[in-house]
T-cell receptor, first 112, second 121 residues
Framework: ELKVEQNPLFLSMQEGKNYTIYCNYS?????LYWYRQDPGKSLESLFV?????AVKQEGRLMASLDTKARLSTLHITAAVHDLSATYFC????????????FGTGTRLQVFP | GAVVSQHPSRVICKSGTSVKIECRSL??????MFWYRQFPKKSLMLMAT?????????EQGVEKDKFLINHASLTLSTLTVTSAHPEDSSFYIC?????????????????FGPGTRLTVL
């Protein structure tokens, strides 16, 4: 059974600081996604990572994928308050393309 | 603009009644759509895969007679929560993925609807 775990579950950080969210998954998968969710809202797609070593950046967020270690990271650079949200990684189930298994989520709070 | 819409965005109903939630793919035809539920401060759990023109595929532990899914057209899937109870109260989210070759969209990405918050009294 594919399991996806994130850590930390909760992250409180000061503006201007850097931090990394980790996403571990238990079995081989072709694709890994990062989503953002604001309170009471749906999911916004941030990154799609399709191959080992993939790195993508958008603004203060950078995501990477190591398929051998079954690990993805979401790095936050010089955090700002607007980044406060819950971040989910999700992995395609091995045998069922398109069926996403979501990580536990990381609730990020950025304070002045 | 929105790629996937849901209606209603919020619904409150009495225990024992049925509630229908619509999910529409606005910009592309989707032969497959997905339904998730999310409890407060929890992650998303895949409930079922909605297949246009055929029966939905349910995940283990999801009651197909309770959560009826109909995918009558290439742009519309509906989820009906039958005989709703308070424990069915949740945030229901649908998603769709653009078919390969769809111009202007990331075909490797699922686009999520805005969600429907169901409260059963």
């Amino acid at each position: 059974e594919l399991k996806v775990e994130q850590n930390p579950l909760f992250l409180s950080m000061q503006e201007g600081k850097n931090y990394t969210i980790y996403c571990n998954y238990s079995t081989t998968s072709d694709r890994l996604y990062w989503y953002r969710q604001d309170p009471g809202k749906s999911l916004e797609s941030l990154f799609v990572l399709l191959s080992n070593g993939a790195v993508k950046q958008e603004g203060r967020l950078m995501a990477s994928l190591d398929t051998k270690a079954r690990l993805s990271t979401l790095h936050i650079t010089a955090a700002v308050h607007d980044l406060s949200a819950t971040y989910f990684c999700a992995v395609d189930r091995t045998s069922d393309t398109d069926k996403l298994i979501f990580g536990t989520g990381t609730r990020l709070q950025v304070f002045p | 603009g929105a790629v996937v819409s849901q209606h209603p965005s919020r619904v409150i109903c009495k225990s024992g009644t049925s509630v229908k939630i619509e999910c529409r793919s606005l910009d592309f035809q989707a032969t497959t759509m997905f339904w998730y539920r999310q409890f407060p401060k929890k992650s998303l759990m895949l409930m079922a895969t909605s297949n246009e023109g055929s029966k939905a595929t349910y995940e283990q532990g999801v009651e197909k007679d309770k959560f009826l899914i109909n995918h009558a057209s290439l742009t519309l899937s509906t989820l009906t929560v039958t005989s709703a109870h308070p424990e069915d109260s949740s945030f229901y989210i649908c998603s769709a993925r653009p078919p390969p070759g769809t111009s202007g969209y990331l075909t490797d990405t699922q686009y999520f609807g805005p969600g429907t918050r169901l409260t059963v009294l």
